[in-house]
């Protein structure tokens, strides 16, 4: 049966991990919760405050993670990166 986390913890836990590269499996063994067991709505709200950038691993607000998974930093090294390719 999935667990369901409280607002207050899905804040806490955002604030917890933004500006980090914590693994978020590790923080919610912190506040005795399984990954496995935490409900796809709560992981939901959380998706809806802070993701985890593909690129580089580190978690940013929502707002700032495109489509293809990547924060606003890593999107501007991609940007570089393509127009080097290109020179």
């Known amino acids: 049966m999935p667990e369901f986390l409280t607002d207050k913890q899905i804040d806490e836990l955002a604030e917890t991990l933004?500006?980090?590269c914590n693994s978020l499996d590790t923080e919610l063994e912190k506040i005795g919760k399984a990954f496995e067991m935490v409900s796809s709505e709560c992981l939901s709200s959380l998706d809806e405050r802070v993701m985890c950038c593909e690129q580089c691993g580190w978690w940013s607000d929502s707002?700032?993670?495109d489509g293809d998974?990547?924060?606003a930093e890593c999107q501007v090294e991609n940007i570089e990166h393509a127009s080097?390719?290109?020179e």
């Open 63 to 65: 707002d700032e993670i």
């Open 84 to 86: 080097d390719l290109t």
């Open 18 to 20: 933004r500006g980090t």
């Open 69 to 71: 998974g990547f924060c």
